[in-house]
T-cell receptor, first 112, second 116 residues
Framework: KAGVTQTPRYLIKTRGQQVTLSCSPI?????VSWYQQTPGQGLQFLFEYFSETQRNKGNFPGRFSGRQFSNSRSEMNVSTLELGDSALYLC???????????FGPGTRLTVT | AQTVTQSQPEMSVQEAETVTLSCTYD???????LFWYKQPPSRQMILVIRQEAYKQQNATENRFSVNFQKAAKSFSLKISDSQLGDAAMYFC?????????????FGKGTKLSVKP
């Protein structure tokens, strides 16, 4: 089985712009979670989607949003980018049972 | 709220020797999962090992094993016969059991160096 894929791998944006990141889960996995990783804050949960519904959300401002499509692929969007949004954004998918989440390679977002 | 603490920011081990990484957690739940993830410098997060809280037997995956002490809320990772490829950040993580499992709660990580 192919692993979790994320596109793009690297992104440079300017403050005030918006960005969309994409994640394709492992085939058959219906749950997709997003995490932000920074040196200062570590790994922080953004949101989780299951069957096109957001069922869990972390403590991030409304500028961070996401969605999931019928094929389980997910996108996250960050509007009005701030310098502090520079981070590695990780997507993880999980199947039924087991609990373990499998991570993609991440998207490195740099905001200048 | 659940928390995960890794008290060793950095550890070092000689190749072929054994090293133990510590993790403690806090929860009021009785059923949950615990994981160790490895993140090499290339940044891909890899699942190393998992433990279900209801299982008393410690999980083992080849050279990796855990010491799960539920009453003490401790979950350490032992790496035997350390190899250069084991050098990475190691994250301990907690996941609620069942239903909308939601998010992994991570510790701050331990950076493991392996000396040849």
């Amino acid at each position: 089985k192919a692993g979790v894929t994320q596109t793009p791998r690297y992104l440079i944006k300017t403050r005030g712009q918006q960005v969309t990141l994409s994640c394709s889960p492992i085939s058959g996995h219906r749950s997709v979670s997003w995490y932000q990783q920074t040196p200062g804050q570590g790994l922080q949960f953004l949101f989780e989607y299951f069957s096109e519904t957001q069922r869990n959300k972390g403590n991030f401002p409304g500028r961070f949003s996401g969605r999931q499509f019928s094929n389980s692929r997910s996108e996250m969007n960050v509007s009005t980018l701030e310098l502090g949004d520079s981070a590695l954004y990780l997507c993880a998918s999980s199947g039924q049972g087991g609990g373990e989440q499998y991570f993609g390679p991440g998207t490195r977002l740099t905001v200048t | 709220a659940q928390t995960v603490t890794q008290s060793q920011p950095e550890m070092s081990v000689q190749e072929a020797e054994t090293v133990t990484l510590s993790c403690t957690y806090d929860t009021s739940e009785s059923d949950y999962y615990l994981f160790w993830y490895k993140q090499p410098p290339s940044r891909q997060m890899i699942l190393v090992i998992r433990q279900e809280a209801y299982k008393q037997q410690n999980a083992t995956e080849n050279r990796f094993s855990v010491n799960f002490q539920k009453a003490a809320k401790s979950f350490s990772l032992k790496i035997s016969d350390s190899q250069l490829g084991d050098a990475a950040m190691y994250f301990c993580a907690y996941l609620r059991y069942g239903g909308s499992q939601g998010n992994l709660i991570f510790g701050k990580g331990t950076k493991l160096s392996v000396k040849p």
